[in-house]
């Protein structure tokens, strides 16, 4: 077997060196354009947990590179004239030259060729291997000259960053932030040598705006260094800024559909990128090399056809992919929270610190907990503390949260989630069960189902209404049950299904009723919403005064019925949702066009609602922050008008989701996937937020509201699976007091530090 590798970084080292173990008789070459002692940066950074994994492939390179490793556990947050440390999290570093002439020497070793300054291409090396390696980087060649076969995506970042060293000693991953007259800026600083001649990583991030401002879009590297020093001259305590070719750059993330074209493959940078701010590129290449050669092994053959290793190609693509998506989503998130720094500056130290240590979701507040109590403790505390809570060291799900006049004994939410269960609109057996259940569960505040303020406004047969008093009768049963058995607070929420009406019932298919069972649904314009749908009639003058009516009415009604809270939802492709969103509001006249127009009637039903809604009692709205398509779509832009215009008409809670409005929307799903919406809500608006989205459980309950990103979370499905999911949690959090026990339940509750 010929293997050639492009690119002799730290990915196509190991990889021909793992190749070369498993297959000793194979002709294994790489070619390096660089001369072998050029580098560019400073220093590699891995976890601890990392370091098994590459023990176990070549214990000989991982000795050798452990013996040159520097080891630190903490992490010093710099902001303003507050330094905040976090410890327990285990890394190495060393430098990346030294990284690089330990690979060199084990390739030798095993026989590899290295050939350096090598100016080679896949049309110069494919005729004569079995397999080319393009390990070529962020600006690969290969993958750039065959764009139709491997789809590459590049996101260019909105931040600029330097990549500079330092002879400053540190002991830490240390991050700085600061703002000047220019803007705001971010160190990256890690060690990587120790002993007698130390060095650190000093990366220095800042947004485009203020890189201009600061003239450094036309500085030379001596002047970024002068400019640099000068900013952080207090962190640098006299010692040197280091260069090596520390120009200004801008992050792709980088992302590839296929990472194969025949006998030639994608490894590392070339196929994807993570940003630096979680450290794992070279992590990234070398797990990819692994993945490469267990597929080439798993062959089972010395000198395999080009069949077989086509094969053993794409099982490498299958094998690393959903991990690689991980880490890139995990990274995202991570340099999407750096892009945006400026938003938190304003945020207590210890708050702030939780916050970017948890800013990739990757670690959360448990998880952090167990590696850093004292600072999990310190940030509850104090996030306590700023919340006004009446206890400093519980959970902060557990804090009080007071809305208009109302306040709720916890910051759990039940989501709204339709059940389908009504007969003509009115609740049942079922609505009391599963409310009251999940009131006697200890949540602060349950919200109903959808419930629909007109017979054809409903999505199916089986929805739940308030158009009339026999609704308004079961719907007061729930209510008296929850403030009779209950501490938890009840609310409503008011729709109207719009052009998304008139279905089947989930499990009776799912789709648009036909014949005589169906209804003919309402939108802002005749446009289905999608295809096989069909056309809702567009409303007119006299739809409109109508239906705003009608939520008035049914808003008198929820007020009758002794509703905590009213919820309008203006989300997820239903009526006033639809209104907002080009995909589905296509009109001409006043209600159709630019935002400020698609947006007048929603808010002239929220007026409505408003203004017969007691002020003494929260009205919230639901919105979908996102269509996720764009410009095509409402945007998060948009949102943030509409999130202002609400607050000035008396809106006292933002419930932000996102979607719904067309089937064509492209959600990037994760956990927590919905929360940055709200947080950009909270931290431009100053309004209340609720998140939803994949907020699974008590512990991203916590992470969510300790990091200040949201108010109030909504959990739907981990409710469904366990009503008493705030109760279990004040159990499992050692804290039963915390929680709102039913006298029935006290039982299940021992007070704390008593066990049975």
Not at 12 to 32: D, N, Q, R, T
Not at 461 to 487: I, M, S
Not at 504 to 520: M, N
Not at 578 to 604: I, Q, V
Request: one cysteine or more; glycine letters at 8%.
């Amino acid at each position: 077997m010929r293997v050639s590798v492009l690119g002799g970084g730290p990915g196509g080292l190991y990889a021909a060196i793992l190749l070369k173990k498993a297959f000793p008789g194979a002709s294994i070459v790489v070619h390096e354009r660089n001369q072998s002692d050029d580098t560019f940066g400073w220093g590699v950074v891995f976890s601890d947990e990392t370091l098994g994994t590459f023990t176990a492939r070549d214990p000989e390179s991982m000795a050798r590179i452990r013996a040159e490793f520097a080891y630190w556990t903490d992490i010093e947050t710099y902001i303003g004239d507050r330094m905040v440390r976090s410890t327990g999290h285990g890394f190495c570093g060393l430098a990346r030259k030294t990284l690089l002439q330990i690979l060199h020497g084990r390739a030798r070793e095993l026989g590899v060729e290295l050939h350096f300054q090598s100016e080679q291409s896949r049309a110069s090396l494919e005729p004569g291997c079995d397999l080319l390696i393009a390990a070529d980087g962020i600006n690969s060649p290969v993958r750039d000259g065959k764009p139709e076969v491997f789809g590459p995506h590049l996101d260019w970042r909105k931040c600029k960053f330097v990549w500079l060293g330092t002879n400053k000693p540190l002991s830490a991953f240390t991050f700085v932030f600061r703002e000047n007259q220019h803007g705001v800026w971010n160190v990256h600083a890690y060690p990587f040598e120790h002993g007698a001649k130390p060095r650190s990583t000093w990366i220095v991030e800042c947004p485009e705006a203020t890189w201009r401002a600061a003239g450094l879009d036309k500085a030379t590297e001596a002047q970024t260094v002068r400019y640099i020093a000068d900013l952080f001259a207090d962190h640098l305590a006299g010692y040197e800024l280091l260069t090596n070719k520390s120009i200004w750059r801008t992050f792709p993330t980088i992302s590839c559909e296929r990472w194969v074209d025949g006998k030639v493959v994608l490894l590392g940078d070339s196929a994807h990128t993570a940003h630096f701010s979680i450290g794992s590129g070279t992590k990234l290449a070398m797990e990819d090399s692994i993945a490469l050669v267990d597929a080439v092994v798993a062959l089972g053959l010395a000198d395999p056809t080009e069949a077989d290793l086509r094969r053993a190609l794409e099982a490498y693509q299958a094998a690393r992919y959903v991990d690689v998506v991980k880490t890139q989503k995990a990274a995202q998130t991570s340099l999407e929270w750096f892009e945006h720094s400026g938003r938190y500056l304003a945020q207590d130290p210890e708050v702030f610190a939780f916050n970017l240590m948890t800013r990739s979701k990757r670690i959360t507040y448990d998880n952090l907990a167990k590696r850093d109590p004292a600072l999990v403790r310190r940030a509850t505390q104090r996030w306590n503390e700023l919340e006004g809570a009446p206890r400093l060291d519980t959970p902060p799900m557990f804090a009080p949260l007071r809305l208009a006049d109302l306040t709720l004994g916890n910051r759990v939410v039940v989501s709204p989630m339709c059940q389908y269960s009504a007969t003509e609109g009115v609740p049942n057996d079922w609505h009391l069960v599963h409310l009251g259940a999940r009131a006697t569960g200890g949540a602060g505040l349950v919200i109903s189902e959808m419930t629909n303020v007109e017979r054809d406004g409903r999505i199916t047969h089986g929805c739940a209404g308030l158009w009339n008093d026999e609704q308004l009768a079961g719907w007061r049963r729930v209510v008296d049950y929850v403030h009779t058995h209950t501490e938890a607070k009840i609310g409503i929420q008011l729709a109207h299904a719009g052009r998304k009406a008139s279905c089947s019932l989930p499990w009776e298919g799912d789709a648009p009723l036909r014949g005589e069972t169906a209804w003919t649904a309402l939108g802002p314009s005749a446009d289905p919403f999608g295809p096989g749908w069909p056309a809702p009639r567009a409303m007119t003058a006299s739809d409109l005064a109508r239906v705003k009516e009608s939520f008035v009415a049914a808003t008198r009604r929820a007020l009758d019925a002794g509703f905590d809270l009213v919820e309008l939802h203006m989300a997820h492709g239903y009526l006033l949702s639809s209104f907002l969103s080009p995909l589905s509001n296509s009109r001409t006249d006043e209600y159709g066009g630019t935002f400020a127009k698609r947006m007048r009637y929603p808010l002239e039903v929220f007026e409505a609602v408003r203004a017969v809604w007691p002020r003494l009692k929260p009205l919230a709205v639901r919105v979908s922050a996102t269509d996720w398509l764009g410009d095509e779509g409402q945007t998060i832009e948009d949102t943030l008008i509409l999130a202002r215009e609400l607050a000035a008409r008396g809106c006292d809670l933002l419930d932000v989701s996102t979607a719904g409005n067309s089937p064509r929307s492209k959600p990037e799903f994760g956990r927590m996937y919905q929360v940055p919406f709200a947080e950009r809500i909270r931290f431009e608006t100053g309004m209340r937020v609720m998140s939803v989205g994949a907020i699974q459980g008590p512990d991203h309950a916590n992470t969510v509201l300790c990091a200040g990103r949201a108010d109030l979370v909504a959990l739907a499905r981990p409710h469904l699976a366990d009503p008493h999911l705030t109760l279990r949690a004040s159990l499992a959090y050692g804290v039963p007091e915390a929680a709102a026990w039913p006298k029935q339940y006290l039982a299940a509750a021992p007070k704390r530090g008593v066990s049975e």
